[in-house]
């Protein structure tokens, strides 16, 4: 397990609880801190002190919340890592779930559910309110639908297999997020499974460094790309990252990065009435259809 702190004193210890009451043993949890100032630090080596699967290692300098994820990844040792955030609580089944779904892929992501800053709920599925309507798999969907529309799969529900490290790091300095980077990258590799079980319990406390997240209309977003002038979600930097990455995407994949990379290849009125057709063309593999569901 990969996990990445910074001043998170105030939801550490129930993470970390969850973590070591998972049902699945695990051999190691690497936990990289980014130089926080408050009782963070003391909180691992406390918990360090009374478990030797948890090796913690104290940046020397601060490394920004991408960089020091990627460190924690590297640092793993075990053939499956699971990615893990400060501020969430495990499901007991979390560990569980994922690994039990990595057969055939190299990125899993199971299904987490929303909560308040003292961890009340709904029910409601970080999946349902970014619109995500589960489908067979298809890679193809799910690289639309990321590249088109939005990330519905929170990285601390993400679990990769080591070998994914080869073509996923480092996390290009132009890309945002390293989940979103991650889920992008497998998809088109066709490496990618989404289970739709839910595993975390996903803290919304208006401090993430992901930000807090809103039901964004498919409609909406449709008139959105056509009307405005600019985008700016990093997808232009996310499609030419990938065109890199030629030599290793499966033939059958590039006709997807080819849509993206003339998708974010301008934004001239012709370019952007050309995506309009595109996007009705492929509505339902892009935006799904609507839920019914949370």
Same mark, same amino acid.
């Given at each position: 397990? #990969? ?40 909180? $691992? ?16 300098? /601060? ?16 053939? $499956? ?12 089944? %979390?560990? #569980?779930?994922? #690994?039990? /779904? ?17 961890? /009340? ?30 990330? *519905? ?7 990769? !297999?080591?070998?994914?490290? #080869?073509?996923?790091?480092?996390? *290009? ?10 889920? %992008? ?7 990618? !499974? ?8 996903? !803290?919304?406390?208006?401090?993430? @460094? =992901?930000?807090? %997240? &809103?039901?964004?209309? +498919? ?5 959105? %790309?056509? $009307?405005? !002038?600019?985008? @700016?979600?990093?997808? @232009? ?6 065109? &890199?990455?030629? +030599?290793?995407? *499966?033939?059958?994949?590039? *006709? ?11 934004? =001239?009125?012709?370019? +952007?009435?050309? /995506? ?12 799904? @259809? +609507?839920?019914?569901?949370?």
């Amino acid at each position: 397990m #990969a996990l990445a702190t910074y001043n998170g004193e105030k939801f550490l210890r129930e993470q970390l609880d969850s973590l070591l009451n998972q049902t699945l043993p695990f051999s190691e949890l690497v936990i990289c801190d980014d130089c926080s100032s408050d009782a963070t630090l003391s909180i $691992l080596q406390e918990y360090a002190a009374r478990d030797s699967r948890i090796k913690v290692i104290a940046n020397e300098q /601060n490394l920004g919340f991408r960089r020091n994820f990627e460190k924690a990844i590297r640092l793993c040792e075990g053939d $499956l890592i699971a990615l893990c955030d400060q501020d969430d609580v495990w499901l007991p089944e %979390h560990l #569980a779930v994922l #690994a039990g /779904n990595m057969e055939g892929c190299l990125l899993t992501v199971g299904a987490s559910i929303i909560t308040d800053s003292e961890g /009340n709920t709904d029910g409601v599925r970080l999946s349902f309110l970014k619109n995500y309507e589960t489908r067979s798999g298809n890679p193809e969907d799910v690289f639309r639908f990321v590249m088109f529309y939005q990330n *519905p799969f929170q990285g601390a529900s993400m679990m990769m !297999r080591r070998e994914f490290r #080869a073509y996923a790091l480092p996390v *290009p300095s132009s890309v945002a997020y390293h989940d979103v980077w991650f889920v %992008h990258l497998a998809s088109i590799l066709r490496e990618f !499974r989404f289970v739709d079980i839910p595993v975390t319990l996903y !803290r919304l406390h208006g401090a993430n @460094t =992901s930000g807090n %997240h &809103k039901r964004t209309p +498919r409609l909406r977003t449709l008139i959105g %790309h056509t $009307l405005h !002038r600019t985008l @700016t979600n990093n997808r @232009t930097e996310l499609a030419l990252e990938l065109s &890199k990455l030629r +030599r290793v995407i *499966p033939s059958e994949s590039l *006709p997807l990065l080819e849509d993206a990379l003339r998708y974010y290849s301008s934004r =001239s009125l012709s370019r +952007r009435l050309s /995506n309009l057709i595109f996007e009705l063309k492929n509505y339902k593999s892009i935006y799904g @259809t +609507r839920q019914s569901r949370k």
